[in-house]
């Protein structure tokens, strides 16, 4: 049994503005198969890449609470100190 896969070959010339003989010609063949297949893991590395990202700006966020929670019981130790050397 043979399966019928369908493919596109596509051509790209890329000519050169400056002097010379610098063009260069590119042709590929795929199978549409397997650009959906490619097609598919980009869109999941994308939502990935974008779960990351959501996940990087919650942490910042969170250490930036953190970050003030502790600067504000250091600054109560310091007055609770300074309250008790007074006595």
């Known amino acids: 049994m043979s399966a019928s896969v369908q493919k596109t070959t596509k051509s790209y010339t890329y ?3 400056g002097g010379g003989n610098a063009d260069v010609s590119i ?7 397997a650009l959906s297949r490619l097609e598919d893991k980009i869109r999941l590395l994308q939502e990935d890449l974008e779960s ?3 996940l990087r700006a919650r942490i910042e966020r969170e250490k930036a609470d953190l970050s003030v929670q502790v600067i504000q019981l250091t600054e109560r130790l310091e ?9």
Do not use: K
């Open 27 to 33: 042709e590929y063949t795929a199978d549409l198969s």
């Open 15 to 17: 000519r050169s503005t």
């Open 52 to 54: 990351e990202r959501e």
């Open 79 to 87: 007055e609770a100190e300074g309250g008790a050397e007074s006595q």
